[in-house]
């Protein structure tokens, strides 16, 4: 199975993908999130600093809402799936800081999605706690 072009991340700011990347991704995540955990090991999300700074410094943002996906990707002509922990700024009234007039694209005027991807496992601290 071929990487499917929705999952290449665009060329744009850094650790942003698209409206239909974070759709493909989420829905993915709902789809199979009922038997996903028992088959798979995803425990916590590495965030870098770097990345929540981007977020929480775009005008208006008073918090940020984390969505769970899955990526479905090609690993040596296997099908792998990669947590995805996707990250969008929310305004005073609670509401996602992303705008879709056609729900396919984000409206210019829209805040950016971010892909904050550094699950666990592989990334994680073994000597944690709350690893164990």
Same mark, same amino acid.
């Given at each position: 199975?071929?990487?499917?072009?929705?999952?290449?991340?665009?060329?744009?700011?850094?650790?942003?993908?698209?409206?239909?990347?974070?759709?493909?991704?989420?829905?993915r995540w709902r789809d199979m999130?009922?038997?996903?955990?028992?088959?798979? #090991?995803?425990?916590?999300?590495?965030?870098? @600093? *770097?990345?929540? +700074? $981007?977020?929480?410094?775009?005008?208006?943002?008073?918090?940020?809402?984390?969505?769970?996906?899955?990526?479905?990707?090609?690993?040596?002509?296997?099908?792998?799936?990669?947590?995805?922990?996707?990250?969008?700024?929310?305004?005073?009234?609670?509401? #996602?800081?992303?705008?879709?007039?056609?729900? @396919? *694209?984000?409206? +210019? $005027?829209?805040?950016?999605i971010y892909d904050f991807s550094?699950?666990?496992?592989?990334?994680?601290?073994?000597?944690?706690?709350?690893?164990?």
């Open positions: 199975m071929e990487k499917k072009p929705n999952d290449v991340p665009k060329p744009n700011k850094e650790n942003t993908i698209s409206l239909e990347i974070a759709k493909d991704w989420t829905k999130e009922s038997t996903y955990n028992s088959h798979h #090991d995803c425990r916590a999300f590495n965030i870098p @600093l *770097i990345d929540l +700074q $981007e977020v929480i410094k775009e005008q208006g943002v008073v918090s940020v809402r984390g969505y769970i996906g899955v990526e479905e990707t090609v690993v040596e002509g296997d099908t792998v799936f990669i947590e995805k922990l996707i990250i969008v700024g929310v305004d005073a009234n609670g509401k #996602d800081m992303i705008s879709s007039k056609d729900g @396919l *694209i984000l409206d +210019q $005027e829209s805040d950016d550094d699950p666990c496992p592989n990334l994680c601290d073994p000597k944690s706690p709350l690893n164990g």
